[in-house]
């Protein structure tokens, strides 16, 4: 028997746990707030060939009810971003725009007189091209007339034969 009292006598550690903490409710209401995120359309990274269109995304987020929650919300797109907005009018703005009407209004009038010369020099063309057929008619005409006086006097007036060449050694000079 000592040996069986010599066993237990020997005491081991023993690990404490502690309790978990307890969890109290919380003692104010809460509510479910509800934010849109506008997504504008993307491709999946995972896979490329899948595209996603523009929609909106929606997170519901638990917030405590406190008595300035009564705000009206105004939707994020009445607002413009500050990328639009425009720049404060400047004197220096405002010579630059004036510079560029002027510049504008000058383009705009030659594109005016371009078109203006551009039909003008199509008309200059087209009385060129009828006065050149014009022209080469009348030149076929004469042709034909020169041709027809040719073959006239060719009929009225035998051609007529060289003198016979002089007797003697005397050389004949043109």
Do not use: F
């Not at 409710?25 to 997504?39: F, G, H, I, Q, W």
């Not at 004469?142 to 051609?159: G, Q, Y």
Request: charged share 20%; with cysteine; glycine share 2%.
């Amino acid at each position: 028997m000592p040996l069986l009292v010599a066993g237990c006598a020997t005491q081991r550690p023993v690990a404490m746990q502690t309790p978990p903490p307890v969890m109290i409710a919380a003692v104010s209401p809460t509510k479910l707030v509800e934010t849109r995120y506008d997504v504008r359309g993307y491709r999946e990274a995972a896979n490329p060939s899948i595209r996603h269109e523009a929609h909106a995304v929606y997170r519901r987020t638990r917030v405590p009810v406190t008595g300035s929650d009564e705000l009206e919300t105004v939707p994020r797109a009445s607002y413009p971003p500050a990328s639009v907005t425009p720049l404060p009018a400047s004197e220096e703005l405002t010579a630059e725009l004036t510079t560029q009407k002027k510049i504008t209004t000058e383009l705009r009038a030659m594109q005016t007189s371009m078109a203006d010369t551009n039909k003008q020099m199509q008309a200059q063309y087209a009385v060129l091209v009828r006065q050149s057929a014009e022209a080469l008619k009348l030149r076929e005409q004469l042709e034909a007339e020169r041709n027809r006086i040719r073959s006239m006097s060719t009929v009225e007036n035998p051609p007529v034969a060289p003198a016979s060449a002089p007797s003697g050694g005397a050389e004949v000079k043109w």
